[in-house]
Nanobody, 118 residues
Framework: QVQLVESGGGLVQAGGSLRLSCAAS??????MGWFRQAPGKEREFVVA???????YYADSVKGRFTISRDNAKNTVQLQMSSLKAEDTAVYYC??????????????WGQGTQVTVSS
């Protein structure tokens, strides 16, 4: 069974850091990444990493977030620094062919809440 299991997240003050992890089971994916969805907003692309290590960041997180991948363990990590209140959202791990739109991913995690207090 193909699954994405997320861990990490929580409550942090503005300017702080958090680390999210996602473990995939059942198969290896071309691209893994993260989307986020704030209350009342559409789910939006945050960052993605290809199997070869190419990374793609949304402008809003560039320079603050760093994605990494361990192909041997089939995991991806998202290090988030200099967090802002506007980063507050449910973060979803995604896996699939890739891209900056939801249709490029066919597997999703259950979501993990990130709350940044100002």
């Amino acid at each position: 069974q193909v699954q994405l299991v997320e861990s990490g997240g929580g409550l942090v003050q503005a300017g702080g850091s958090l680390r999210l992890s996602c473990a995939a089971s059942g198969r290896t994916f071309s691209t893994m990444g993260w989307f986020r969805q704030a209350p009342g907003k559409e789910r939006e692309f945050v960052v993605a990493i290809s199997y070869s290590g190419n990374t793609y960041y949304a402008d809003s997180v560039k320079g603050r977030f760093t994605i990494s991948r361990d192909n041997a363990k089939n995991t991806v990590q998202l290090q988030m620094s200099s967090l802002k209140a506007e980063d507050t959202a449910v973060y979803y791990c995604a896996a699939g062919l890739g891209g900056r739109v939801r249709s490029g991913y066919d597997r999703w995690g259950q979501g993990t809440q990130v709350t940044v207090s100002s």
